[in-house]
């Protein structure tokens, strides 16, 4: 008897150990040198599929080793969605997100990472930079489970979010802060001039009530989705003549050596000239914007205006995640929204000049 219940339990151990789940991740080719053994023999490549295999579980120790064989990025890729899809044993302190971060908000993005990870050992989130409206694609198509985007959903980006269980949560405001150099005679636009200069239809400062010299029009890195925004916002396409800058530090630099420049920032980068008690007047200067109706008047971008939506070019900050594939996605975005510690998300939006959405906060005026 003793014999067929030890039989027995071997068999269904067996049978478990048979019927775990396989989860893979598409990859073009495995790079050279790397190969799978030992406690690594339940990940395979499938080269007819191209897709990276794990039967199973990776557990933390698994990925350290599968990281180390190579640097190749995709097999990296590859590998951060086989940990993260296998990674079930989620809760408050413990998991792992891939998330997608529009690298118009990639610094407050990083700072609130590195706090919420404070005093978690056994979680882990990796941030890689991607335009908003791929990084919602990703989400829908289950590439990732977590996003941080500007602008919102489409109508039809929504709809389809509705069925595949996956929320957009908005947590914080930004705002287009158009920058010129100091000296520059201009000191506000409106709102129809910010697009016409932008896609190049005014191409002369001559033409806004400047010293008459060409606009030299910079823009941010191509991946920043503030492109699309400004384009869908002012109904323009940006112009092919304007040139690209790799970070907003780069794009002040450029500004205060060319005194034809314009360009735009975050309220982050612009918060040494809205300080309404001490404004720094010496790098850059933000301009005031007017909307086109009759009769507005011209505004800055402070974070009182941004917050009341009477500067006319803010931007809607949010999270986007899939709220049926594991716990960890709903966790960070709650600590988005949370203000009850100074390392809370909505301190870390306050304190980088951003707009929180929690009333509690109180705004620069």
């Known amino acids: 008897m003793k014999k067929q219940l030890v039989l027995g339990a071997l068999i269904v151990a067996l049978h478990l150990a048979?019927?775990?789940?396989?989860?893979?991740?598409?990859?073009?080719s495995l790079p050279e040198g790397v190969s799978f053994s030992g406690k690594l023999d339940k990940v395979r490549y499938d080269a007819t599929q191209k897709a990276l295999i794990v039967?199973?579980?990776?557990?933390?120790?698994?990925?350290?080793?599968?990281?180390?064989?190579?640097?190749?990025?995709?097999?990296?890729?590859?590998?951060?969605?086989?940990?993260?899809w296998t990674n079930r044993g989620e809760s408050a302190n413990q998991g792992y997100i891939r998330a997608l971060v529009d690298p118009a908000v990639h610094q407050v993005?990083?700072?609130?990472?590195?706090?919420?990870?404070?005093?978690r050992a056994e979680a882990m989130i990796e941030i890689f930079p991607e335009k908003s409206r791929k990084a919602v694609a990703a989400v829908l198509n289950e590439e990732v489970r977590f996003a941080v985007?500007?602008?919102?959903?489409?109508?039809?980006?929504?709809?389809?979010?509705?069925?595949?269980?996956?929320?957009?949560?908005?947590?914080?405001r930004d705002a287009i802060c158009v920058v010129v150099h100091p000296k520059n005679m201009v000191d506000e636009l409106r709102l129809s001039q910010v697009g016409e200069i932008f896609?190049?239809?005014?191409?002369?400062?001559?033409?806004?009530?400047?010293?008459?010299m060409n606009i030299r029009v910079l823009l941010p890195h191509e991946q920043d989705g503030r492109r699309d925004f400004l384009e869908d916002t002012l109904g323009i396409k940006l112009s092919d003549k304007a040139e690209a800058t790799v970070t907003e530090a780069q794009l002040l630099e450029t500004i205060l050596k060319?005194?034809?420049?314009?360009?735009?920032?975050?309220?982050?980068?612009?918060?040494?000239?809205?300080?309404?008690?001490?404004?720094?007047?010496?790098?850059?200067?933000?301009?005031?914007?007017?909307?086109?109706?009759?009769?507005?008047?011209?505004?800055?971008?402070?974070?009182?205006l941004v917050a009341q939506s009477k500067?006319?070019?803010?931007?809607?900050?949010?999270?986007?995640?899939?709220?049926?594939?594991?716990?960890?996605?709903?966790?960070?975005?709650?600590?988005?929204?949370?203000?009850?510690?100074?390392?809370?998300?909505?301190?870390?939006?306050?304190?980088?000049?951003?707009?929180?959405?929690?009333?509690?906060?109180?705004?620069?005026?």
Request: aromatic share 10%.
């Open 258 to 304: 060319d005194s034809s420049a314009i360009g735009f920032v975050s309220m982050t980068s612009a918060k040494p000239f809205l300080n309404p008690k001490e404004p720094d007047a010496t790098k850059f200067k933000v301009l005031a914007i007017r909307a086109n109706e009759q009769g507005a008047k011209a505004v800055l971008p402070y974070q009182a």
């Open 55 to 84: 039967k199973g579980d990776l557990t933390m120790e698994d990925y350290n080793a599968l990281i180390a064989m190579s640097g190749d990025y995709e097999y990296r890729r590859a590998i951060d969605r086989l940990f993260e």
């Open 311 to 365: 500067y006319p070019l803010t931007v809607d900050i949010y999270s986007f995640f899939r709220t049926n594939l594991g716990n960890f996605p709903p966790i960070f975005s709650a600590y988005m929204h949370a203000s009850q510690k100074e390392t809370d998300g909505q301190f870390v939006l306050n304190a980088m000049g951003l707009v929180p959405t929690r009333v509690q906060i109180q705004l620069t005026e």
């Open 109 to 119: 993005v990083k700072q609130m990472k590195q706090n919420f990870l404070s005093g």
């Open 149 to 172: 985007i500007i602008g919102g959903l489409k109508p039809e980006e929504l709809a389809e979010a509705q069925k595949k269980s996956a929320q957009v949560s908005r947590f914080g």
């Open 18 to 28: 048979g019927c775990k789940p396989e989860t893979s991740a598409k990859l073009e």
């Open 199 to 212: 896609s190049g239809q005014i191409t002369n400062w001559g033409a806004v009530g400047g010293k008459p």
